[in-house]
Structures are given as C-alpha cells and as structure tokens.
Nanobody, 125 residues
Framework: QVQVMETGGGVVLSGGSLRLSCTVS????????MGWFRQAPGKEREGVGC????????YYPDSVKGRFTVSRAHGTHTLDLQMNGLEPEDTAMYYC??????????????????WGQGTQVTVSS
C-alpha cells in the first residue's frame, strides 16, 4: 500500500524559511516524477516544484523560482522542499505527490496518482 506523508509546515514571518519533507512508502520513488503542489482557499492547486525520474531534472514555476528548491534523497524515499524568502502569498496547504512510473514532470495535478494529506504553511506579514 502506497503512503505519502508531508511534515514541516508551520507559521513563519514574511522573509523567513521553512523546509517541508515528504516520506513515501510502497513506491519506487526513483522511477517516478515527484512533485510539490499547493492550494490556497478559493484557488486551484498549483505546482511549485517537480523532480524528474532518471535525470533528476528540477522544474519550478516563475512564482517560486529562485526561492524554492526541491531535492530527493536516494535510498530514503524522501522528497524535500526548501522554501526561502517566503511571502504572505505563499500561504497555502502544501502537498507532496508521486507521478506514474516513467512519466515526465507536469504541472497538471491529474497526472499525479498518489498524494499526501498536506501540511499547512502560513506566512504572516
């Protein structure tokens, strides 16, 4: 049974940093694109980082590029999201997700088949 669990959310002041971690079991994460998404109240779920299987290429949307870094620790089935320079607009529930085996990174949430329950990030001004 596949399980995905995020940890590390919390409340931080504007300009601060947080590191989210995702632990996956029951899945060969190295053969899957792994992504971080977020969803704020009243808004659609959006991707904020994705690491590809194989070449480990990393992708970010313009909204977080240069501030967020996704990393994967091989052999531990974990995926981290380092977030620096946080702004109130980054406030959202953050989710970790695993794609189907051997599929490319994408910002379409429907292409990710396993999701965690999410962890809340709140940035106060």
């Amino acid at each position: 049974q596949v399980q995905v669990m995020e940890t590390g959310g919390g409340v931080v002041l504007s300009g601060g940093s947080l590191r989210l971690s995702c632990t996956v079991s029951g899945l060969t994460t190295e053969d899957s694109a792994m992504g971080w998404f977020r969803q704020a109240p009243g808004k659609e779920r959006e991707g904020v980082g994705c690491i590809a299987w194989g070449d480990e290429a990393k992708y970010y949307p313009d909204s977080v590029k240069g501030r967020f870094t996704v990393s994967r620790a091989h052999g531990t089935h974990t995926l981290d999201l380092q977030m620096n320079g946080l702004e109130p607009e980054d406030t959202a529930m953050y989710y970790c997700a695993a794609g189907e085996y051997f599929k490319a990174c994408t910002w379409d949430p429907t292409n990710f088949i396993r999701w965690g329950q999410g962890t809340q990030v709140t940035v106060s001004s």
